[in-house]
């Protein structure tokens, strides 16, 4: 088994985290995505989506998205669990982690790669050319700083973002904030649960990876 | 436990197909998104996100997003698998399922907000306006069309969407297609394969939910 990965990207840190809060350690394979690497004939042989992170199993077989490599691997290495440990749990867990993507993570993405002068025609990851929509990066920046807001109500009143365990949601949590730093987005001045979240879950030693 | 929906809107129906599937029957309330029922402050105590499908759970607690919903039915309710059944299963089904979401469901729901002049100012499911941007539209058909092309592919070998068993992704996939006639999207003449699936998957009892 083994994960290619871009030590600098968000999306793989995804993976990379979950690894580490499970303490499975795999070899990596890094694709440079400053090079275009990801474009490449040998790594489209690999992943046609021209994205990472992917994980190839022993068998040949390849999950080539980060949340369903976390949940492979949440079935074969069950504790501790992160997504969830009953029916409840997992269903909140869920759709937690679904609202920060959408409104978070896609939305920060959607800056990024509607005004990025290097990104032009490719508004979407992959190999298909898509024109940069301003509208969209705007858009974007409201709702993460929407999202901002919520995720301040909501740890209010719980440690981690699904309650009192820390979850996938957290991870895909840190990874927007982080990544939200890239186009100046920062956690608002009035949010002080998210930011008292934010130093918790940086400190851990898995958010290093 | 109950589930409040909306008989005429695709999201909800990929849950009322899981529970087909599943043979499980539950309490419904429908809530009219026609006449814009879930603006109103009754629902909004519900939901504060104004959408359809909600979970309400005998305990109170409330799951608020299709999958999430599916993720909780499928732990209490395991028979038959519709998630996957082995690691590999689960996660490929949901590398799957995520596709199918992102580049069709969300993209036909990009096409079908940002075109119509009912959704005027609500180009985002949920209470805040968002104005119209009609370039995503544009987009979104090709995002479509594309992802018909790829499924095309996939069932050129396979009988479901993940191989042998019917899953989540065929449920979503079949909800994709149908939901894209709403914008006049039709599987593309040269998709055999994916007719022939999608005359399969809605032929089966469940497609009527």
């Known amino acids: 088994m083994k994960l290619y990965d871009c030590?600098?990207?968000?999306?793989?840190?995804?993976?990379?985290?979950?690894?580490?809060e499970k303490g499975i350690t795999l070899p990596i394979v890094q694709i440079d995505l400053r090079t275009n690497e990801q474009f490449s004939p040998s790594?489209?042989?690999i992943n046609p989506d021209c994205t990472v992170?992917?994980?190839?199993?022993?068998?040949?077989?390849?999950?080539?998205?980060?949340v369903a490599i976390c949940r492979y691997l949440e079935v074969e290495h069950p504790e501790p669990r992160l997504m969830?440990?009953?029916?409840?749990?997992?269903?909140?867990?869920?759709?937690?982690?679904?609202?920060?993507?959408?409104?978070?993570?896609?939305?920060?993405m959607d800056v990024l790669r509607n005004t990025s002068p290097k990104l032009k025609d490719h508004a979407l990851p992959g190999p298909l050319e898509h024109e940069q929509i301003p509208a969209l990066a705007e858009r974007g920046r409201r709702r993460v700083e929407a999202l901002f807001h919520r995720l301040d109500a909501q740890l209010s009143e719980r440690e981690f973002i699904t309650g009192p365990h820390y979850s996938i949601a957290d991870i895909t949590g840190l990874v927007t904030v982080?990544?939200?730093?890239?186009?100046?987005?920062a956690i608002p001045e009035d949010c002080a649960h998210?930011?008292?979240?934010?130093?918790?879950?940086?400190?851990?030693p898995s958010a290093k990876a």
Chains 1, 2 share one sequence.
């Open 7 to 20: 030590n600098t990207a968000p999306s793989p840190r995804r993976v990379r985290i979950f690894l580490a």
């Open 43 to 45: 790594f489209r042989a």
């Open 53 to 66: 992170p992917v994980l190839e199993l022993a068998s040949g077989d390849k999950i080539a998205d980060a």
């Open 84 to 108: 969830g440990r009953d029916a409840l749990e997992q269903g909140v867990t869920e759709a937690w982690l679904r609202r920060i993507e959408v409104e978070g993570f896609y939305s920060v």
């Open 178 to 185: 982080d990544f939200a730093r890239w186009v100046k987005l």
């Open 194 to 204: 998210l930011r008292r979240w934010h130093r918790a879950v940086s400190d851990r």
